[in-house]
């Protein structure tokens, strides 16, 4: 099931599903698209309605009310019905194999628990057609993360959990950055597989108040969901997780 949180997203929402509409997808797979709109005031729920019986793939969507991203992916956890979800942003832009890398690597690689997409953030839609266009390779974060089995959590852009692995997480208190903690929570539980090929690109182009008001947002946000994770319970890899993200968020 591809999650896909909205909050006035009506310049996005169109090409969001119409690029999820078009991606190759193995033979006997069930997938599913829901849009969860959490409070827009513009056009985005009747553009998304709109659409829903357009294209071959099954699409749903929620009018959820305003209750913010982390409380929407924790609805769709509790009463959507999936072996795995897929988390993505209304205004992210796939390569047409990112579900076929992502099944492959489910298929052979069952003990890991989140499956991490290779995002970029770009600044026009050239630069991310020319990086979906390249030959993939990790970053080194992603190869040294890989390398001793932890992980510095996902972009909310792209990535997967196998639903076993966050079993009952919408019973504790809602977190800031949630796709940090829900991501974290499930390698948790096994493993994190980097999917160098599954890739996916967000234009992002802020001023520098922007870049400055995010990163405050994030500092509050960091702060929360660390302290959560750390308080859930006594573990080396939650531990590096957390101590990865830092160094990460810092740079």
């Known amino acids: 099931t591809i999650l896909v949180c909205t909050l006035n997203e009506e310049v996005n929402i169109q090409s969001r599903i119409i690029n999820l509409a078009s991606l190759e997808r193995p033979e006997n797979l069930e997938l599913e698209v829901y849009i969860l709109d959490n409070g827009s005031t513009d056009k985005t729920y009747e553009i ?34 999936s072996d795995y979800f897929l988390m993505t942003d209304a205004n992210t832009v796939f390569n047409s194999s990112y579900v076929i890398e992502t099944v492959r690597a489910i298929r052979s690689n069952e003990k890991s628990m989140v499956y ?6 770009v600044l026009s839609s050239k630069d991310g057609e020319n990086f979906l266009s390249n030959n993939s390779s990790m970053s080194i974060r992603h190869v040294v993360e890989e390398y001793f089995n932890v992980t510095s959590g996902a972009n909310g852009a792209c990535y997967c959990v196998n639903s076993k692995s966050i079993v009952d997480i919408w019973k504790f208190p809602a ?11 499930a390698f948790s539980h096994g493993s ?18 922007e870049v400055f008001q995010q990163k405050y947002r994030d500092a509050l946000g960091h702060h929360q969901a660390i302290t959560w994770l750390l308080n859930l ?19």
């Not at 309605?49 to 992916?73: M, T």
């Open 116 to 121: 991490i997409g290779n995002f970029k953030s």
């Open 175 to 185: 977190v800031r950055n949630d796709d940090f903690v829900i991501s974290v929570y």
């Open 48 to 81: 998304a309605c709109n659409l829903c019986n357009v294209y071959d793939i099954p699409i749903q969507v929620c009018k959820l009310g305003s209750i913010g991203k982390c409380a929407s992916l924790f609805w769709a956890y509790e009463n959507v019905d």
């Open 192 to 209: 994190a597989k980097i999917l160098p090929r599954a890739k996916a690109y967000e234009v992002e182009n802020l001023s520098s108040l």
């Open 233 to 251: 319970s006594f573990s080396l890899k939650l531990y590096l997780s957390v101590i990865l993200r830092l160094i990460y968020w810092s740079a």
